[in-house]
């Protein structure tokens, strides 16, 4: 079986071979490094002249793969991880992200930044955050989180040859080593239905021959397969029948594939790593609120207010858990609540 690994690695290797304007930027990237988390492995052997390792400047390297975009090149850029991504964030919000509006359409920026996010690894608090928050809503970026329950090596191909604007593509840490979902070999969950959002798919998920939904699900990256594994045990043991949405872009926000389920269900939670404090979560639900009539029940699953501890032990209280998920879902189907 297929790992995110092995998609995103077979993705970058594919569009270097089918691309000659693809190139590939980042510190330690090249073999047999191939990265800290080894997803460019191979690429450098192959392709020598195509993948650049680079001095630790954040903000320089984005600098230079923009010139590169500029000219007509298809750079992608790797940021080791994704804490570091606020030494690129004058590059992004001032520079890539606006030159096609600042040069009335004369330019475009076919940038892809992969970067892995997230803890559950003892790295730390300044390796092991999720703050894609920062850049979302940012006009002239599309933001894109890769997840196990599609090919996240599809997504990033695409974006890559295709994208004529700036992606910044996340990954999380934890679904580098995890088999991509086939329904064939998961008998017991069923995918519902794919609406595409501008090429990138929102997948809908429910336990196979159940009753309709009591509940929607929404998450993304790591914490879609945490609510994955909660859809299953809420259905197996407690009869509480949930369906699941996972989206792949995360910004621009269309709510439209969200509103169906919702006003079947009546009920909504939305399951993320980051903090809670203005959130992607919060903006999810400000949306269904406006759009849908009352009475809808809403909760948020997601990260506390803290930097997030090397401990072990710290870190998981910190972090959004399955049990957090389960307890969430349970005070939304008490009537008494």
Not at 228 to 257: G, K, M, N, W
């Amino acid at each position: 079986m297929l790992t995110v690994l092995e998609s995103l690695n077979q993705a970058l290797y594919q569009v270097l071979e089918d691309d000659p304007l693809a190139l590939l930027l980042g510190e330690d990237i090249l073999d047999p490094y191939g990265g800290a988390f080894k997803v460019t492995q191979r690429c450098s052997t192959h392709f020598p002249d195509r993948v650049l390792t680079t001095p630790i400047s954040e903000a320089g390297i984005i600098g230079v793969a923009t010139g590169m975009a500029l000219r007509g090149f298809h750079p992608v850029v790797e940021i080791m991880f994704g804490d570091f991504t606020p030494l690129i964030a004058d590059q992004v919000i001032n520079h890539l992200a606006k030159f096609r509006w600042m040069y009335n359409d004369q330019v475009r920026v076919p940038l892809v930044i992969r970067t892995p996010m997230g803890g559950r690894r003892g790295y730390g608090p300044t390796h092991s955050q999720t703050l894609e928050k920062l850049f979302l809503g940012l006009p002239g970026l599309k933001v894109i989180a890769a997840n196990n329950l599609a090919a996240p090596g599809d997504t990033l191909y695409f974006a890559i040859r295709y994208e004529e604007d700036p992606v910044l593509f996340i990954e999380h840490k934890l679904l580098y080593p995890l088999s991509i979902f086939n329904e064939s070999d998961d008998l017991k969950l069923l995918s519902l239905s794919v609406h595409s959002q501008s090429n990138y798919p929102i997948h809908k998920f429910i336990v196979n021959n159940a009753p309709p939904a009591q509940l929607t699900m929404i998450s993304y990256g790591y914490m879609a397969e945490l609510a994955r594994q909660a859809l299953l045990r809420l259905a197996y043991e407690e009869e509480i029948f949930c369906e699941l949405i996972v989206p792949t872009q995360l910004s621009p926000l269309d709510i439209h594939p969200y509103l169906e389920s919702i006003q079947q269900t009546h009920r909504v939670l939305t399951i993320e790593e980051g903090n809670l404090t203005l959130g992607w979560g919060a903006e999810i639900i400000t949306r269904l609120v406006e759009n849908l009539s009352p009475p809808i029940r809403i909760a948020r699953v997601a990260a506390k207010e803290s930097p997030i501890p090397a401990s072990p032990p710290l870190e998981e209280d910190i972090l959004p858990n399955l049990t957090d998920i389960l307890k969430a879902v349970r005070v939304l189907m008490d009537p008494s609540q």
